[in-house]
Nanobody, 124 residues
Framework: QVQLVESGGGLVQVGGSLRLSCAAS????????MGWFRQPPGKEREFVAAISRSGGYTGYTDSVKGRFTISRDNAKNLVYLQMNSLKPEDTAVYYC?????????????????WGQGTQVTVSS
């Protein structure tokens, strides 16, 4: 079965960096576009970034543009989210998601497969 497993979360100070990883198994990874979403405490899950099957196209929510970078390694079935200049409002559970449609979608409804999430806490 399809499994997405996130790692790399933790506690970091304002202005610090973290790199999240998502390991995929049970699917033909190169046929899936991948996304990162996050759910802040008490709020809805929201889009963060997405990347196309080949990695040639990416999309970001406005609040992370210039600070976060999504990338993927199809040979290793991994997708990454490099997060720099972290702010307290970036505190959330971060989820990796996959969609077989292949597009860089911002709507979580387009994603059929989800990981269990990893906590990111940015302290001031």
């Amino acid at each position: 079965q399809v499994q997405l497993v996130e790692s790399g979360g933790g506690l970091v100070q304002v202005g610090g960096s973290l790199r999240l990883s998502c390991a995929a198994s049970g699917l033909t990874f190169s046929r899936y576009a991948m996304g990162w979403f996050r759910q802040p405490p008490g709020k809805e899950r929201e889009f963060v970034a997405a990347i196309s099957r080949s990695g040639g196209y990416t999309g970001y929510t406005d609040s992370v543009k210039g600070r976060f970078t999504i990338s993927r390694d199809n040979a290793k079935n991994l997708v990454y989210l490099q997060m720099n200049s972290l702010k307290p409002e970036d505190t959330a559970v971060y989820y990796c998601a996959g969609n077989s449609l292949g597009g860089v979608y911002y709507d979580r409804k387009e994603y059929s497969n989800w990981g269990q999430g990893t906590q990111v806490t940015v302290s001031s």
